[in-house]
Nanobody
């Protein structure tokens, strides 16, 4: 059974940093385009960043230059380094395959507040 387990969230002040991790199990991870999504209260979930099997990345304009997505295929893990965090980054963050989605994990809460 496929599982996605996100971790690394927390509460930080504006300008702070967090590193999120997502471990995928039960499926061939290395060939999959993986993405980090976020969902704020009352809003839809949307794609923040993605990375393909070769390491090429794409970012939403609102996080470009502040967030960095990376992956370790040997560990079936995708990361999201978040710097210069803003209050509007507050959301639950999820990872998933972009083109062949798996069951969603529980996500990890990120709260940016002074």
């Amino acid at each position: 059974q496929v599982q996605l387990v996100e971790s690394g969230g927390g509460s930080v002040q504006p300008g702070g940093s967090l590193r999120l991790s997502c471990v995928a199990s039960g499926r061939i991870f290395s060939m999959t385009v993986m993405g980090w999504y976020r969902q704020a209260p009352g809003k839809q979930r949307w794609l923040v960043a993605s990375i393909n099997s070769g390491g090429s990345t794409n970012y939403a304009d609102s996080v470009k230059g502040r967030f960095t997505i990376s992956r370790d295929n040997a560990k079936n893990t995708v990361y999201l380094q978040m710097n210069s965090l803003k209050p509007e980054d507050t959301a639950v963050y999820y990872c998933n395959s972009v083109y062949t989605p798996m069951n969603w994990g529980q996500g990890t809460q990120v709260t940016v507040s002074s």
